[in-house]
């Protein structure tokens, strides 16, 4: 399953994402990774969580992210939940591209029994309705 949360800066998507990763922790049975651009969320988070910088292995397009959630389940295959901050920052802010990337984290999630949920700074009503369902 995936969740998308979209909204413009200022729109509290990362207060939400909190909430849900903490939330998380507390009912999983399983592992739960934060993926994060630089290192901001460190005190918000239980420390149960797996804090991932996609800064510090250079993750820098959907292809390199795809690669790295690929081999962080191959390494582990306890993880229930993957959470994904800002992906404009990790990626780039092509909107083409993130639709793109959430529609294989819709297939690889449901392949691998796993939640996923990705924050978007972006406007709701740019959305296509590919993405429309996930939000």
């Keep these: 399953m995936i969740h998308v949360i979209m909204g413009l800066k200022g729109s509290g998507k990362t ?3 909190i909430d ?3 939330g998380a922790v507390a009912e ?3 592992d739960v990774v934060c993926i994060e651009y630089g290192r901001k969320l460190t005190y918000d988070l239980s420390y149960k969580v797996r ?3 996609s800064k510090e292995y250079g ?3 959907s292809e390199m992210l795809k690669g790295f959630l690929s081999g962080l389940h191959a390494g582990n295959f306890d993880i229930t939940n993957v959470f994904i901050d800002n992906l404009y920052k ?3 802010t092509d909107l083409a591209a993130a639709e793109d990337f959430v529609a294989w984290c819709a ?3 449901a392949d691998n ?3 996923i949920t990705i924050t978007i700074s972006e406007d709701p009503a740019k959305a296509s309705d590919g993405m429309k369902q996930y939000l």
Excluded: C, R, Y
Aim: no cysteine; glycine share 8%; aromatic share 4%.
């Design 20 to 22: 849900a990763i903490n």
């Design 15 to 17: 207060k939400k994402m």
């Design 90 to 92: 990790t990626i780039g």
């Design 113 to 115: 029994s796993m939640e």
């Design 107 to 109: 297939k690889f999630a």
């Design 59 to 61: 993750i820098s397009s």
């Design 51 to 53: 804090l991932v910088d």
């Design 28 to 30: 999983a049975n399983g």
